[in-house]
Each structure stands twice: as C-alpha cells, then as structure tokens.
C-alpha cells in the first residue's frame, strides 16, 4: 500500500513540477546550439545551489512532455561514448510560453510578499 502523502509534501510535489517544467524551458532557452538532458540536469543542480537535483525518472517525463506541447524540439547526435544523444531545443512556441510564464510568475512572486508581509 503506497503511503498517503502530507498535505504539506504533497504540496512540495505539486509546487517543485510546475517549477521543474518552468527552469527545464529556461534552461534550454540559454542553449541555442541546444543542450543534453545531462547538461540540463547539471545546470539545474548548478544554478540553484542544489535546490533542484533531478533524476532521470524525474527530468526525462518532463523533457518527453514538453516536447509532446511542441515547447521542446529533440535531435540526435552522434556519442563519443556510445549510442546517439538527444539534444533539447527550445521551440518559437516555447520561448512565447516561457515568456509568458515568467510574467506570471513574476506577478504571482509579486503578491505572495504582499501577502507574506
């Protein structure tokens, strides 16, 4: 029997995916010549001082569904060390979604200290 979460780590849970999804997109927005899941998983961990560590099972569903909302293009290249890479491409679609996101974001972050004042 899988264990009934808290109110407040399933809140945590809900809260970290909409982010991960936002930083995934903001990530591959800085790499035009694209970027691994390798290097997004690292720059994740990287740039929030380990606040958002992925896994595979965690990155790859996101990677796979924002690709599915046309947000992500995938190609393949060749691997030194083995079988080809896929490499993540923001779409025109993505960058107007991550746009929009980062204003809403910023509007919501505006009113949370408000109201945490």
């Known amino acids: 029997m899988k264990k009934k ?3 407040e780590d399933g809140w945590k849970v809900e809260i970290r995916r909409g982010i991960l999804q936002y930083a995934v997109l903001a990530i591959v927005r800085h790499h035009t010549q694209g970027i691994h899941g390798y290097g997004i998983a690292r720059e994740l961990e990287d740039k929030t001082d380990g606040l958002l560590v992925v896994k595979e ?3 790859y569903p996101i990677l796979h569904r924002l690709k599915k909302e046309r ?3 995938v190609s393949t290249e060749p691997s ?3 079988p080809r890479r896929k490499v993540y491409v923001l779409t025109s679609e ?3 979604v991550l746009r929009a996101l980062t204003v809403i974001l910023g509007d919501i972050f505006e009113k949370l200290e408000v109201l945490r004042e």
């Open 57 to 59: 099972g965690t990155l």
């Open 80 to 82: 030194e060390a083995g």
């Open 94 to 96: 993505g960058d107007r």
């Open 71 to 73: 947000l992500l293009d």
């Open 5 to 7: 979460l808290s109110f």
